[in-house]
């Protein structure tokens, strides 16, 4: 990995992972990367977002509850092994 090297990251300003190009580092650890999307420049999140992304399934059930009224389904949240 060198600066200007291309890496997918979580962008904090477009809220998703998108490509990103290294700005800083240490030794061969990343510190900081630019959206290449928007330009914001954040640290390293090691592609980790706060939330996960919609799946198709969940997008289009959201936007169809938006359009009829009705509440959309959810389904119970996994538990993470422990």
Known sequence: MRLGDDIDDHCSRCKRITDHAVVSMVGEEVL???????NSEHKYRQNKGRSKEMT???????????????????KPARRKKQ
């Open 56 to 74: 198709a399934q969940e997008a289009f059930d959201k936007v169809l509850a938006s359009v009829t009224g009705a509440a959309p389904e959810t």
């Open 32 to 38: 900081k990367t630019r959206c290449r999307t928007c």
